[in-house]
């Protein structure tokens, strides 16, 4: 079912075929739910969203129109969620933040087996001077290198509201302000 493309699945969820809508929420779980953590720093919120997400497309499957653009569908429809969430809470965005152990919610440490210990470390700071240069970078930039992880940059754009040479600057700006910050602590 891996091999079919968002746009076959969507023809069968329509269809009635449960295993189509599991397979597009298997795809987009991860990117997904990752970009709205990101967003939200609550785990419980954004689980909330990442399911409002997905249910208000399956009541939409119908008007849905499969034309190769369901990431750029979802991630807009998340990202509508996330600022209506900031807006109904009366809650302030900051992309600063960071949790009790002083790492931040914009990036997730994913463990993998370490060769050898001290790379481990080593890669384990690498990871942790990036994370803190990226949150010393303005919002706008900040958001387009989070939103490269998971989309092209035409993608983004089309998401943000911004024409692409703009997100195309703010995600140059930002690689070389961190390059400087990180050659600055060096």
């Known amino acids: 079912m891996n091999a079919l493309s968002d746009d076959e ?11 189509g809508f599991a397979e597009l929420l298997y795809r987009y779980k991860n990117p997904l739910y990752q ?6 720093r609550d785990a419980g919120a954004a689980d909330d ?16 129109q499969p034309e190769g653009k369901l990431k750029s569908y ?10 209506n969430f900031f807006r109904d809470g009366k809650q302030e965005v900051s ?3 960071t949790n009790e152990d002083g790492t931040a919610y914009l990036q997730e440490n ?19 001077r990036i994370r803190e240069a990226s949150l010393r970078l303005p919002p706008a930039q ?3 290198i989070y939103l490269k992880q998971y989309m092209t940059f035409k993608e983004a754009a089309q998401l943000l509201g911004r024409p692409l040479g703009t997100v195309l600057a703010d995600h140059y700006r930002g690689i070389l302000k961190m390059r400087k910050m990180l050659q600055d602590e060096a």
């Open 49 to 64: 969203i990442f399911q409002d997400v997905f249910l208000a497309f399956y009541r939409r499957l119908a008007q849905y």
């Open 35 to 40: 970009y709205i953590l990101a967003m939200v």
């Open 74 to 83: 979802l991630f807009t429809s998340a990202r509508n969620k996330v600022w």
């Open 9 to 19: 699945l969507v023809l069968r969820c329509r269809q009635g075929d449960p295993d």
């Open 95 to 97: 992309l600063d933040d």
């Open 142 to 144: 900040r958001e387009v």
């Open 110 to 128: 994913i463990p993998g087996p370490d060769p050898q210990p001290l790379d481990g470390l080593e890669r384990e700071e690498t990871a942790r």
